[in-house]
């Protein structure tokens, strides 16, 4: 009984440290399409109480995230363009960066 316990208070714990770091969802990554003119929402994880900030393009919005680590922002649309795009999201501690985003049509 003594040893469950144990291994029930460790798996807690690495929940609870990996809740903690900044993560974007992995729908996210280098080089992709994102729909043109369609408002553009970003999610992911961090520190409960984090301030997160989310760059793209010309948008800029900081969020804290929820008692959970959740957070999210809806950033307004842009029309279609070749010009790859740069996306950073950074809370204090961390930073996550993607490159070479477009914007277009995107076809499921």
């Known amino acids: 009984m003594r040893s469950l316990l144990l291994l029930f208070g460790c798996l807690v714990l690495s929940v609870t440290s990996a809740v903690s770091e900044l993560r974007v969802s992995n729908i996210f990554g280098d080089h992709m399409v994102i729909q043109r003119d369609q408002p553009i929402r970003v999610w992911g994880w961090a520190e409960p109480g984090a301030s997160v900030r989310v760059i793209f393009a010309s948008r800029d919005l900081t969020v804290k ?44």
Not at 71 to 79: A, D, I, P, R, Y
Not at 83 to 108: C, F, M, R
């Open 65 to 108: 995230a929820d008692r959970d680590g959740a957070w999210s922002v809806e950033l307004e649309g842009l029309s279609a363009s070749s010009q790859p795009h740069h996306l950073a999201v950074t809370s204090a501690k961390e930073s996550v960066n993607y490159d070479g985003i477009l914007l277009g049509d995107v076809w499921v």
